[in-house]
């Protein structure tokens, strides 16, 4: 079950908003998203929340100042999704301009697991590191930590993961969430983290004169590699992030992007002057996570900082051809996954935990998501993993911590989980594959104490009506430019229509025309073929739809019922 819910939208915030220039439309869009006054609408670099309040960030600088003029060798061990790629293609093409030799290390996530563990740093030190620097992980790496300073190899953490009960003795972290650290954005991404990093880094190596005589190197021309990372993070976009995913939009439309940037629009036949904070999350960002969900994210890290746009355009394909095959696995899963419930009544659980053996590790973090969404449940999908283990990645709903949820269920049976770690929204773990019923019955006692019922009914939120007069490509170009993610929902309305025709594509999608007093509109709802009444009452988004050169609009429905 589905509730259609309006956002209030304070008139006082929308007058003020509309006094100030902004749109009608937008201004009632954005007063519903607590935005209050247009400085929060600016996106310009000057209002970036500068560096010196994220804890830790002023030690890095000054370790990786010194390790630079020292010639020290580092190498930076990266995360396998496309938050760890893009930060680690931050570290390399910032350090690498900053005359620093260095390195990186992305360990195969089926052999080495997550974050820097023992083997990892075992593994790293092949590459003679006198620095290892984490990106995007390492919060929770206590071991893994301990074994690097063991091997007498210096570490910074930069990541921003909620930490665990204990944090490791790195030589620096730099994490918005660990404790003690004040920086008023706790929503930065891992690519944000280091990027920040790299700004402190290089006003220590501009006190130092490092840049005396010679051209200072340009951050911003990094922009691009922090607004996909962010936005294909989830992470909230919160005024700080939108700054970030802002100007990174600003270049690629300008056609002043990183070569690997550009080869991804290309293999995803998306127009990069119209970029999108939707094509980062749904075109770009897969392409990049299937090389660390099939085979090995280093591909994806190359597609990033290579200059040289031929072997760019040539990875883009591969990770294009990886990013099909993992929606077939991904579609072969799901039907697997529906064949499975078939048998329970999800309606009657307050969570969903699914296994099959032949499941792909790479894929089941997608699994969940799909399946969450379908049932609006928490979702736990498990694969086989090495020595009789399965690993799980989960999904959530609102209403649900999951890594809180995760860490209940390790209080009351400690011996459980192996190993987890996550967001509220995401997180994954490590179990014994005979203690997988044990897993289940606990992990649906504790979402049962921890979820108030009525989250357990999908709401949808939108943003009311939409004239009749604003039906047309110049409001759906004007809401395309603006900066929409989680936690800054893209624009939902409501209305109800008249179905005058209807027709089912490729088996899976609905295709409608809808008339809505005067005016015909088309419509269409992806993987939904069940038929619609006569009258309905949708939610949709206002989309520009292109075919043969022409663009049009058409409404992308959320959900519909009968009116």
Known sequence: MTRI????????????????????????IYA????????ELDYSLKSLL?????????????????????????????DYDCDGATACAVGIRALRAFGADVGYLVPNRFEYGYGLTPAIVELATGLEPEVLITVDNGIASVEGVAAARDHGIATVITDHHLPGDELPEADVIVNPNQPGCDFPSKALAGVGVMFYTMLALRAELRERGAFAGKAEPNLAELLDLVALGTVADVVKLDHNNRILVAQGLQRMRADRMQPGIRALFAAAGRDATRATSFDMGFALGPRLNAAGRLADMSLG??????????RALNIAQELDKLN????AIEADMQQEAMAGLDSIDPGSHASLTLFQPEWHQGVIGILAGRIKEKFHRPTIAFARGNDGEIKGSGRSIPGLHLRDALDLVTKQAPDLILRFGGHAMAAGLTIRETDLPRFEAIFESVVQGLID???????????????????NLETARLLEREIWGQGFAPPVFDDTFRVENQRILKDKHLKLQLKKGNTRIDAIQFNHADPAAPNIHAAFRLAVNEYNGVAGIQLMLEHFEAA
């Open 32 to 39: 519903a998203r607590g935005i209050q006054s247009r400085d």
């Open 50 to 78: 500068p560096p010196a309040r994220l804890k830790g960030v002023d030690d890095a600088a000054r370790l990786l100042a010194d390790a630079i003029e020292a010639g020290a060798r580092m190498v930076i061990v990266a």
């Open 301 to 310: 890290i190359e597609c990033l900082i290579t200059d040289d746009m031929g």
């Open 324 to 327: 099909r095959e993992r929606r």
């Open 5 to 28: 819910l309006p956002r209030p939208a304070p008139a006082r915030a929308v007058t003020r908003l509309i006094e100030a220039g902004t749109h009608p439309l937008l201004a009632r």
């Open 453 to 471: 019922p009525a989250d357990l009914t999908r709401r949808l939120e939108t943003d009311g009506a939409l004239e009749d007069s604003l039906y």
